[in-house]
């Protein structure tokens, strides 16, 4: 069993920041990616931000400059520190890993329940 506990979202005005974070708990032999994807009200889920356990990054083209993405692999936790919020930021907000929950078993995905981030105009 694996589970993904997101923390940190809420309401926030533009031009503020907000940090969120999710920690992976449970039966986990290693993760690989730990990343952080958002869907607003009628759109699709699109990918934020990513990072590997060796700390390699990568970022949507719209947070790039603004989000910093980080993890503590000590902790199974990944963070999300974002600045400069813009109204077109509020969205849920879910935690994906991929990982391996021993060492016979094959990676997969796991996602978190989402926590909301609201920016006001």
């Known amino acids: 069993q694996v589970q993904l506990v997101e923390s940190g979202g809420g309401l926030v005005q533009a031009g503020g920041s907000l940090r969120i974070s999710c920690a992976a708990s449970?039966?986990?032999?290693?993760?690989?990616?730990m990343g952080w994807y958002r869907q607003a009200p009628g759109k699709q889920r699109e990918l934020v931000a990513v990072?590997?356990?060796?700390?390699?990054?990568n970022y949507a083209d719209s947070v790039k400059g603004r989000f910093t993405i980080s993890r503590d692999n000590a902790k199974n936790t990944v963070y999300l520190q974002m600045n400069s919020l813009k109204p077109e930021d509020a969205a849920v907000y879910y935690c994906?890993?991929?990982?391996?929950?021993?060492?016979?078993?094959?990676?997969?995905?796991?996602w978190g329940q989402g926590t909301q981030v609201t920016v006001s105009s």
């Open positions: 994906n890993t991929n990982l391996r929950r021993s060492r016979m078993d094959i990676s997969s995905d796991y």
């Open positions: 449970g039966s986990i032999f290693s993760i690989n990616v």
């Open positions: 990072i590997t356990s060796g700390g390699r990054t």
